[in-house]
């Protein structure tokens, strides 16, 4: 058959998201598994394929390598590439199932899946997800813990446990809490697969579709994704100078949302920290209108200059707060375990969505978790941290103040991971990630964060925990770089301005 | 004030599954907390307490030590219990908010806890749940591996990593498959956080409201609960000497359902193997209805007898076979690390759904069996649990034909992990339950497994492989001692009569 011919149809989504070399590949690989294109058969060289979809020999290239690493093609050294023998089970298999129609709706977010792309790691070595630098993780301490004598690994605690956690971990968890003035004993704490399950689990216990919730705009995506997807209806509360007091009261006036998430301490993405007098109000406005407020804290403890104000959940004496924190930011991302403070009945139900999900969460983290915090190595830890990110902070400020200083707006956070970045031009942050990106330089747009579509488009969140200061210095220069071309290329103030909703017919 | 009035109008609930002296901290401690009872306040002396409530003696030292590891009672020698100083935040905290009214309504299941309680571990030493021996768990492996040369462990591999799990593990799942006669490539495998999310990510991706689930009858409780609690209902397949294919039939052409749970390799908890030519006939069904068949695989390397047959995945050409399994049954159960094998379409359907659970699955964990599977430690390790279970389920079968030969009625399985069996009298299992163990033998009633309530009254499921052979021997004395002690009370004969239905007025 006229391989180039029954390609010739096949047409490319230039506004996907999906690279085109991945498409290109998709189209092949779909014909050689219906078994269109049969074993052997020669397809056409490289430079054709790039001219018959209209794409660069490298775009062509890459197709054909990665349905080489498939196993659906194979090439021939100076003959060409050839559709190779796929088994049986392969070819045609799955395909005549309809699998995407069998499927449940899946919540429309625009940004679904944007967090799972941003904790994809990229090889550039860019720093977009909310990472702790590699080289700090306790590697050392991990394996000296697990190699440990004998006598710390009982065989029966890699056996199943309560949903809840490992009760030492959690008594450590509650005591290292009570160090923060949170009194809390165990019975209030549950270990989670990271906040993120902390997050699901609150959803699923506490959000029926038509439920309110409110969150900060921006604010940090998988919160917000969460409860989304359990049906919630979003209020965005500004993240502004000053907390918006009477949005909220309006809010719960007229709404009466079933809560209020909010990340208080050095904010995600605004670095924003919510100071004494603002909680205190908080609480009263909680306790008068019986609102549950949903505290995430993973950052308290990444202070650069003083001690952040004691926690909401440490101020609560109404007892509405209900407080998430994890062990990602502090040590490593892959211990996957965090916790909630709750009242038990809470804690109670949210265990209960636990058990359908994963009947507990993993054992081995837990157990180096308690070996870590019962040995005292977490103050040490924390100290060593902060002293390396302060630098980092004061670095790429220093270094985006210098070569950046007319066109971002910022303010430097007094702790966490991020600087928040407003773009004095009209240049679409979306657009400096594209021309940036090549040059190894990577940050999230701040439309990510945003409860609305179309804002935040001007906004950008860098981390400058992941790379060492020289690499942010010159980050910010190459930042600088893009911005002056981008300004030169003066074509993105069409973009901005507000573009007609026009009908689709 | 009286203490003792105002205790008096307490009432215990006697059917509750909550010891008594945790019901009476409870009392106790509500009303410390709602401060009606006021710092410094003696409390009864524990004869009065015990009194007052109409319990052993025992049982009040119990609340009071409860309440005293609470925090909120203080014993003076020779003196008496005392109301402790409670601090303000934990005093009427929490108790404002009407938690229970706030939550989502659960999914009423009978036996909603009892997989949770199953998993708890209990102090007796009983083998309820379908642990493995954690005698036989790798732990100087797991010790080796964590210690290994600095090379193996890169900080990076702590870090964020896809959702679907490391490409090298799921590389290294595919490879094993491929020599268990399942062709598959690292695309169509997930990693997940035990079969028990994999189950629970199926029934986000693919269940709605009013759907049709088609499940065997007895089945795995953990799959019975997730599809419900998705919503849909349950149609139940008796597990009998020869696969129901007449009525799969009827409820394929009468129900259209959505899909089908088979566990077809040492059923759980029957210990039933599906024949081949079952597998074949299946197949045929499943492709003529297109229906989708997740085939559930934690036990089939454990074989004691010849290696079964190859998995319905194996043989699926029609490629709707969705395949589970877990390291949790072969190594140790904390590692809670799953996998399914199904067409990317549905994978990539269950990573998003996955992104809002946990981000990923632990690292740890994941980058232990790595390690574990590419020295090519499994085949060793398999051989000696292989070889250690077949004695005990020798031991538990010949000890049961000895001693309870009469009353039970069971077959031995060829592998797996459990010995189901009927009693042959009219003696309720979960009757035969308490009374053994006080004597510290354990088991699940049958009743647990089933769709229906009322089913399975007579049945239950032994796990021999969590205790060596001499405690088997003497689980099945001890059983065959309680079954002898049932028949001469026969008093139970009534309880199996039908009860008429009363209506509730």
Redesign the interface.
């Known amino acids: 058959m006229d391989i180039s011919k029954a390609l010739a149809g096949a047409r490319l989504d230039k506004l996907s998201r999906q690279p085109m070399y991945l498409q290109i590949a998709g189209i092949i690989g779909e014909k050689i598994q219906d078994m269109v294109f049969s074993d052997g058969t020669r397809l056409p060289p490289e430079r054709e394929l790039a001219e018959l979809f209209g794409v660069s020999r490298t775009t062509a290239i890459n197709a054909y390598r990665y349905l080489e690493k ?2 659906l093609v194979f090439a021939r050294e100076g003959s060409g590439t050839y559709v190779a023998e796929v ?4 070819k ?6 309809p ?2 129609q ?3 709706p ?1 919540p429309k977010l625009p940004l ?2 944007m ?2 792309e941003i ?3 990229n090889v550039s070595g860019g720093s977009m ?1 909310g ?2 630098d ?2 700090f ?1 306790p ?1 050392d301490l ?2 000296q813990i ?2 440990g004598d004998n006598k710390s ?1 009982d ?9 809840e956690g490992y009760d030492h971990l959690r008594r450590l968890v509650a005591r290292m809490l009570v160090g923060r003035s949170i ?1 809390t ?1 165990m ?1 209030n704490v549950m270990i989670t ?2 906040s ?2 902390a997050l ?1 689990l609150i959803g ?5 579709p038509g439920d309110y919730v409110v969150v900060e705009s921006p604010t940090f995506i ?1 919160a917000h ?2 409860f989304s ?1 359990s049906g919630a209806r979003i209020l965005g509360l500004p993240v502004a100078r000053q907390f918006p007091f009477s949005l909220l009261e309006d809010y719960l006036i007229r709404y009466r949302p ?1 809560l209020l998430y909010l990340i208080p301490t050095y904010h995600n993405p605004t670095g924003r920290l919510m100071p004494e007098n603002e909680r205190r109000e908080l609480l009263r406005l909680a ?1 008068r209108h ?1 609102l ?1 407020v949903v505290e995430d804290d993973p950052y308290s403890e990444l202070y650069y200059d003083e001690k952040p104000p004691v926690s909401l959940k ?1 101020m ?5 707060v209900v407080y998430l924190s994890t062990f990602s930011k502090v040590l ?6 965090g916790y909630v403070v ?2 038990p ?2 804690l109670n ?1 949210m ?2 969505e636990k ?11 837990q ?2 978790l308690c070996q870590f915090l019962q040995s005292g190595l977490l103050p040490g830890h924390l100290a060593l941290v902060r002293g390396e990110y302060k630098k980092r902070r004061n670095a790429l400020s220093k270094a985006l103040r210098r070569y950046c200083g007319e066109e971002l707006f910022f303010e430097a956070p007094r702790g966490g991971f991020f600087i928040w970045c407003r773009i004095n031009r009209s240049i679409l942050s979306s657009r400096l990630l594209q021309q940036v990106f090549g040059a190894g330089v990577s940050f999230v747009p701040g439309e990510a964060f945003y409860v609305h579509p179309r804002e935040g488009e001007r906004e950008l969140r860098l981390c400058f925990v992941t790379q060492a200061e020289k690499a942010l210095q010159e980050s910010a220069r190459r930042l600088a770089r893009a911005l002056a071309q981008l300004k030169r290329a003066g074509k993105e103030s069409a973009v901005l301005a507000n573009q007609p909703v026009k009908p689709i017919v």
Chains 1, 2 share one sequence.
Request: net charge positive; aromatic share 10%.
């Open positions: 498939q196993g088994p049986a089970a392969r045609d298999g799955g395909r005549r199932v699998w995407v069998l499927m449940t899946f679904s899946t967090l799972r904790l994809t790691p997800a990472m702790p590699p080289a993780y590697v991990l394996r697990f190699a690994m065989p029966v605690d890699l056996g199943h446990i309560a949903t009194e004993t019975e697969a990271g993120q399950q699901y699923k216990a506490m959000l029926e998988g994704q969460v997807a079933k306790a019986r549950v440490g609560d004496a109404y007892g509405g490593f991302p892959g211990l996957r375990t709750a009242h009945a809470l139900r265990a209960m058990q359908f999900i994963d009947l507990h969460s993993n054992n081995l983290a157990w180096f």
